[in-house]
């Protein structure tokens, strides 16, 4: 009888393989994973009883694409300085396929505060597969979360370009959603998270440079609050304010909330208005400041009495200055403005008969009736200035009118005629024998 040969492992099967005894046909026991062993080395026995033989049996597995790269997380969250130096690295990515430390990196380069050039290099990705041939080969791309286009992301280095300015007060943080392909059409995505983070660039600014207070204002009352605004946040965007100036002494500033308080009196009259250069600092580093000239407009109250030009006026007129003949102009001025410095004249005494008027604009005194120097031969008029303020101050001065004579009378004698009786013989001569007398009276 012929004796048929036995087949068996003798070793290097590793529970992955076992042959048929009788037929010799090798046979996988488990599914094989290249990515773990992808050479098995067994020693076969073919065995008759009589004689033996071994052979050496190499096995190498052949790669197919059952691998899809795979991050260390769902998303990764990077934060990007806007100030940060050209190539710094922000984070690393650990792809699950190898693990043997090969990383995906993610860069960032910002080449002026809250702007990134456009083409810069803001990160860079680089993905693994543990595949063999085209089926390891990535390539990178970029989902349709990133509308606006303002990343670039090459699809064979993986390195990321920004494609417009960034800017931390337009847009604080961008999503998006990274793709890494193999060549057999395996691929896995990653959200990838840039936040910008804020840098001093932008300096306080003010709302508002003019401002107006009373000249009563009393001392320690808030006159205004300076107020900036700074575009940027946390630190960057605190404000603290000082008065640049020559006006120390009637003016101060709160440091935090800007009130500005009156230190001293005010008077419209000695100044109108004060020129006050504001400073906003923001707390930055470097801080960043900047200044306004706040023009402080002193707004007038009736605080100033009309004041006539002399306290007395005297003239003469003849009595028969004509009506309407203009004798005198007085003269009165007011400090303040506007209605409180307006100054309307009245005559408040002496002009009884109304012989007088005066125009209570020009101050001018004028003839209102036919004068007469017989019935009157002066006048003492009160002249009141008062200006137009809620609550009118009043001033006075007196004009005195003396009336010249003018021939306007011609004589007549009381009686015509006259009759007298006189004695003949008289011894005393001369002697008073009749007193004649005359009036005199207008001519019309």
Do not use: W
């Not at 204002?217 to 603290?240: I, K, L, M, R």
Request: charged share 25%.
């Amino acid at each position: 009888l012929q004796n048929f040969p036995l087949y068996r492992v003798i070793f290097g099967a590793d529970d992955s393989f076992r042959i048929d005894p009788e037929s010799g046909d090798l046979i996988a026991t488990k599914k094989l994973d290249r990515e773990r062993r992808s050479k098995y080395s067994l020693l076969v026995r073919a065995d008759d009883g009589k004689q033996s033989s071994d052979m050496r049996l190499n096995i190498t597995v052949k790669d197919v694409n059952d691998h899809t790269p795979k991050f260390s997380r769902t998303t990764y969250s990077f934060d990007i300085p806007e100030d940060m130096a050209p190539g710094k690295v922000l984070g690393h990515l650990l792809d699950r396929k190898r693990h043997k430390g090969n990383k995906i990196q993610f860069l960032a380069s910002v080449l002026q505060p809250r702007l990134s050039l456009p083409g810069s290099i803001v990160a860079a990705i680089l993905a693994s597969d543990s595949d063999s041939g085209v089926n390891g080969e990535v390539t990178y791309s970029l989902e349709e979360d990133d509308e606006d286009e303002t990343f670039l992301l090459n699809p064979v280095t993986g390195v990321f370009n920004v494609t417009r300015p960034l800017d931390y007060e337009a847009q604080q943080y961008y999503i998006l959603t990274a793709r890494a392909q193999d060549g057999g059409g395996q691929a896995s995505t990653v959200r990838v998270y840039f936040n910008v983070l804020d840098v001093n660039d932008n300096p306080p600014v003010f709302n508002t440079s003019v401002y107006s207070t009373s000249e009563n204002t009393p001392v320690d009352t808030v006159v205004f609050t300076a107020q900036a605004t700074d575009a940027d946040s946390g630190p960057n965007s605190y404000v603290e304010y000082s008065l640049r100036g020559p006006y120390g002494n009637k003016f101060s500033i709160g440091t935090v909330d800007g009130d500005v308080r009156l230190v001293g009196e005010l008077d419209r009259e000695e100044l109108s208005n004060y020129t006050l250069t504001v400073v906003a600092t923001d707390k930055g580093e470097p801080p960043l400041s900047s200044t306004m000239d706040v023009t402080m407009m002193v707004l007038d109250v009736n605080d100033n009495t009309p004041s006539f030009s002399q306290n007395i006026y005297d003239i003469e007129i003849e009595e028969n200055t004509l009506t309407g003949t203009d004798v005198i102009q007085v003269f009165a001025s007011d400090a303040d403005e506007g209605t409180n410095g307006q100054i309307r004249f009245t005559i408040s005494g002496g002009n009884t008969n109304s012989d007088f008027r005066i125009d209570s604009v020009t101050g001018v005194i004028s003839v209102a009736k036919q004068l007469d120097r017989e019935a009157r031969s002066s006048y003492s008029l009160v002249v009141q200035a008062a200006d137009r303020g809620s609550s009118p101050r009043v001033d006075r001065a007196t004009v005195n009118i003396m009336l010249l004579d003018v021939n306007d009378c011609s004589p007549v004698f009381e009686l015509s005629p006259y009759t007298v009786s006189v004695q003949e013989n008289l011894e005393s001569l001369p002697k008073n024998i009749l007193q004649v007398s005359c009036v005199c009276f207008l001519f019309h």
